[in-house]
């Protein structure tokens, strides 16, 4: 065999290695997917959104504690996380740009984005809970927005440098003070891109369970109450697939499904808008 | 020694002994520039790649400030003071001094907000005032029969060389004393850069122009007065037909008979 021939080979027996790999993990993803829409469907009903939590065995049972819960916790969080990260993002790329103090806070945000999340939920429990002395929605929401910070911040930081230095030089040029030049000029053209990093965010930390365990906890009931335990579809679907009865089992299948479809959904979205953004 | 032209007429901006050294840089980019700028004139300003063309234009509306660590030294005059105060209203400064960037910089924005974006910052609120303005500037920048019907589409639905007359456009609806041209042509076809010839030739009335250019054709087309720089020199300023019929220097002859650059 030359060695032309040799590498060919390699060629080909690399290429069949790596396809047989692909198909393998994406058909796990495909695997997870098909059981998830049919248990999913198959317990799936209007009343779940009617109905909130009852004991084991009794008809009207539902989510609509745990769908509501779950909203109000991903939208304080996002009230709280979408508005620091944009900041902190816009601070790095328009103020701090190559500064030691910018590559450190780039640093810190890498290393919390791949914090596990349940030491984020032990430090809100820590700082929140215990000195509170209970439970709350609002701690639960601000371990959510922790996690969301840095992956808004750090698409923050990415798409407002994407934006030409000559366009901020034009906006200057006409005489715009800086921070005109920043929500006029800069914002406008990273748009999407940070609209997307938004999604993303919220998309990250909406299937959480970890950081709500001891923050927000759960509760079997609607509320709406902030300074109380709040039910949330991730722990209420962690109870109920652990629980021993058939009826919350099949509950805790329609929550997997809503919340992966909300999560998907936004995934979905996030990417539309950044694609729709570069066709531009 | 250069050799600098004595302007007669009155001048919008006076260069003296001017230095300019970016951050970090071992030498200065510009060296003792004494240049006069005559006002409702165009100057040109021709030399070789990297010689301090873009340097000395973004001087006079402090743009160099926009990046900490650069130095200035000497003075430029502006309407009796000089530009290179630290205490220079560099907002001011830069309404009076409008600059078109070599590639268009159309904002993000509608066509006629881009336009409206300079007058807005200054205030001007009255709708009727800024469309009647909005129109003007358009007009005055040859390209309001294009976009009249289209004022809310997205200005980055332009043409370039459409996009560069609504820079243009935009630069002198604040109705500015200086506009700076840095190469404003070299990204467009030659008619669209025919177009914003003549509209920098019939600005003139209004504004003083001072624009850099790579072309010696074009220098030689609109301006009045060319300046040739090398290597952070001001090695000659004079009447254009003179600077390129009968230079006074050995560098400038050798440059605009291609003998190098
Ligand atoms: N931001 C900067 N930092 C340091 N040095 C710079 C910077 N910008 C330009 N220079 C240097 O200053 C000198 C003059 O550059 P300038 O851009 O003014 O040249 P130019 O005449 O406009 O050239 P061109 O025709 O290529 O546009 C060059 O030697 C260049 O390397
Ligand atoms: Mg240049």
Redesign the pocket.
Known sequence: MTAVQKRIVINKIALAFSTLSAVIALSFLFWILGVLVMKGLDALSWSIFIYEGSPPGYADSGLKHALVGQLILVGLATVIGVPLGIMAGTYLSEYGKNSKLAHTIRDISDIMMSAPSIVIGAFVYAVIVMPMGHFSAWAGAIALAIMMIPIILRTTDDMLQLVPGTLREAAFALGAPKYKVIIDVVYRGAKAGILTGVLLGIARVAGETAPLLFTSFNDNFFTTDLNQAMPSLTVTMFNYAISPYDDWQQLGWAAAFILSMFILGLNIIGRLILLAGKRK | MASIIDIKEECALQVRNFDFT??G?PAP?LKKVTMPIAKNAITALI?P???????LLRAFNRMHDLYPGNKYEGEIEFEGRNILDPKEDLIHLRTKIGMIFQKPTAFPMSIYDNVAYGMRLQGIKNKTELDGRVEKALQDAAIWKEVSDRLKHDANGLSGGQQQRLCIARAIAVEPEVLLFDEPTSALDPISTQGIEKLVIELKERVSIII?T?NMQQAARVSDYTGF?YLGDLVELGNTEELFVTPKEKLTQEYITGKFG
């Not at chain 2, 990297?50 to 340097?55: A, D, E, L, V």
């Open positions: 970016y951050k840089a980019s030399g790649s990297g010689c301090g063309k873009t340097t850099v790579h720089m």
